[in-house]
């Protein structure tokens, strides 16, 4: 596996893309949302995480971790921000792993670095984009960040509810990381870092 760094080159455009929504549909609950995905989905609808948990996303186990996923729809099997023209609605704050598509996060020693999802696509011809510029992310360095430790926050709390055994415990931890992280509501007029990194100090 090739890892990249955001600045490097990889085989991720074409001009080829009909708007297929192969990677819109039949997801399941893979579509994990993070804090800044749930600003982002607040930013573009206006709607609060109570309101999106109503028909567009909602909650996944994994790991012993409660987490928020994007919700495939009973009808279709699609991404309810798909539109009829088979586009996604709210594209430019689409979650990150939306945006990361066909590539993958890998968390090591080095930070955070990228991999190619060989077969996600199945478009052929695809050219070299620089990594940057296909994630499209307003200060991506805070971004990166921001993951990082959002990444490390969950592994440790996954760790501790390994060690305790408890189902109150479990319970208790994930009740706190959603109201803390998900069901607050944040002020799409401040800027996100700071915020995750006020409630990040609470937790």
């Known amino acids: 596996m090739i890892l990249y760094s955001n600045n490097e080159m990889a085989r991720l455009g074409c001009n080829e893309c009909s708007?297929?929504?192969?990677?819109?549909?039949?997801?399941?609950?893979?579509?994990?949302?993070?804090?800044?995905?749930?600003?982002?989905?607040?930013?573009?609808?206006?709607?609060?995480?109570?309101?999106?948990?109503?028909?567009?996303?909602?909650?996944?186990v994994e790991d012993g971790l409660i987490l928020p996923s994007v919700r495939m729809q009973d009808d279709t099997d699609a991404c309810g921000f798909l539109n009829r023209e088979n586009r996604c609605s709210i594209h430019t704050h689409r979650p990150g792993l939306c945006r990361l598509f066909p590539l993958g996060r890998n968390?090591?020693?080095?930070?955070?670095?990228?991999?190619?999802?060989?077969?996600?696509?199945?478009?052929?011809?695809?050219?070299?984009?620089?990594?940057?510029?296909?994630?499209?992310?307003?200060?991506?360095?805070?971004y990166e960040e921001f993951l990082i430790v959002w990444h490390d926050l969950?592994?440790?709390?996954?760790?501790?509810?390994?060690?305790?055994?408890?189902?109150?415990?479990?319970?208790?931890?994930?009740?706190?990381?959603?109201?803390?992280?998900?069901?607050?509501?944040?002020?799409i007029e401040r800027d996100f870092y700071t915020q995750f990194e006020e409630r990040n100090k609470t937790i």
């Not at 982002?40 to 609060?48: E, I, K, P, R, S």
């Not at 990594?131 to 991506?140: N, Q």
């Not at 709390?157 to 319970?171: A, P």
Request: proline share 2%.
């Open 19 to 60: 708007g297929c929504s192969s990677c819109c549909r039949g997801m399941g609950q893979s579509i994990i949302l993070d804090p800044y995905d749930i600003y982002q989905l607040q930013v573009a609808t206006g709607q609060t995480f109570a309101q999106l948990m109503q028909d567009m996303i909602e909650l996944h």
């Open 107 to 142: 968390y090591d020693e080095n930070g955070l670095r990228y991999f190619l999802l060989e077969d996600a696509c199945r478009i052929q011809n695809r050219t070299k984009v620089k990594i940057k510029k296909w994630l499209g992310v307003d200060s991506l360095s805070k």
């Open 154 to 187: 969950r592994k440790k709390v996954r760790s501790q509810i390994m060690e305790r055994q408890s189902d109150d415990y479990t319970q208790e931890v994930n009740v706190k990381l959603l109201e803390t992280f998900y069901q607050k509501p944040y002020d």
